[in-house]
């Protein structure tokens, strides 16, 4: 059989090769059930053999689907987000679905309205938004008149937002998870160093520490680190007293934990002996560090699974629901006080 460049082969060059009509082989390629098996094998074959790639649009105007889901990511495309994208991008394209990406590392909700209508030009059959700010996307939302199509919001708490369906993490119980744990060593007073309070996850965990301060009886304080870096770790670590430090730390995410370590080493005190401390979203370093850290797990490979599914349950027309995923805690050198 003699061929042709990818780009030049036809809906008709398949029929041809194949031996059946163009009106079978479009069948196959818009996925109607209307074709036997052993056909559709061999259109399929000849297809591959002849390098043909069906045009998407026009799969998408002779079936009404386009096979597009809408991701916009609000906040910086960090550790997490960035594992979270990938395993949805994987999970979708295993599927016959592609993802299209949008970011915006601000929380303008003019800036987010432009970016949500861009994604929506594309025809997309579901959007998906993983939200460093829940109320600017929200807003955003709002303002080109609510949810045209299926939507799932990946944010920290229950938002109480109708028509969406909400996936994430359960912050409050991952921070308990930590003070319990601390408390559970004699620990009475707790310092817990915030990333940028601007995003839900900073918030929403500080207030959930108080909480569980508050819970078991301890004396809790806190300090805005203003970021998520190991470098607004290093730098609150240099502000912090050696003298007045309290000896149960819980750093906003691990890369904060890892700068805070570093600081308080310079300063002669060493995790694991003269204080405990616990990092959040278990980055894959934290346990190969020289005292390995304890941190909160987030389990991005199953927070894909569970939107995922979600996504296609409301496609099908389900009515939104709410779930937080727990938030587990793994406990290595960092957090056990010894000596």
């Given amino acids: ?169 359960d912050q409050m119980s991952g921070i308990s998870h930590a003070v319990k744990h601390l408390s559970s060593q004699n620990i009475n007073a707790m310092l817990h160093v915030t990333g940028d309070l601007r995003f839900d996850d900073a918030s929403v965990r500080l207030s959930s520490f108080l909480t569980a301060c508050e819970k078991f009886g301890v004396a809790g304080t806190w300090y805005n680190s203003g970021g998520w870096s190991a470098r607004a770790g290093y730098e609150a670590g240099q502000r912090l007293s050696a003298e007045n430090l309290p000896r149960g730390i819980i750093a906003g995410n691990d890369a904060i934990a890892v700068g805070l370590m570093r600081a308080l080493r310079e300063k002669n005190l060493t995790a694991g002996k003269d204080y405990a ?29 569970q939107i995922f599914n979600e996504v296609f349950s409301l496609v099908d027309g389900a009515n939104p629901t709410v779930e937080l995923l727990d938030a587990p805690l793994i406990v290595r050198e960092s957090s056990v006080l010894r000596g």
């Fill in 1 to 169: 059989m003699s061929r042709k460049k990818s780009s030049s082969v036809t809906l008709a060059d398949v029929a041809f090769h194949s031996g059946f009509s163009t009106s079978t082989v479009s069948r196959v390629f818009n996925e109607s059930d209307a074709v036997r098996p052993s056909s559709r094998e061999r259109i399929l074959a000849t297809a591959r053999e002849l390098g043909y790639r069906p045009n998407s649009s026009a799969r998408a105007l002779a079936s009404g689907r386009t096979h597009t889901i809408g991701l916009v990511v609000v906040g910086n495309l960090s550790h997490g987000a960035a594992e979270l994208v990938a395993a949805l991008e994987s999970e979708f394209r295993k599927s016959g679905f592609r993802l299209l990406l949008a970011t915006t590392p601000t929380f303008s909700t003019e800036e987010i309205s432009v970016v949500v209508e861009q994604i929506r030009s594309s025809q997309i059959e579901a959007l998906v938004g993983i939200l460093g700010s829940s109320a600017t996307f929200v807003s955003a939302l709002q303002s080109q008149g609510g949810f045209h199509v299926p939507v799932v919001l990946v944010c920290s708490s229950d938002i109480g937002v109708s028509g969406a369906s909400i996936r994430g993490f």
């Fill in 277 to 305: 401390i616990v990092g959040f979203d278990d980055n894959p370093i934290s346990g190969f560090l020289d005292v390995s850290l304890t941190s909160v797990v987030q389990d991005y490979e199953l927070m894909s699974a």
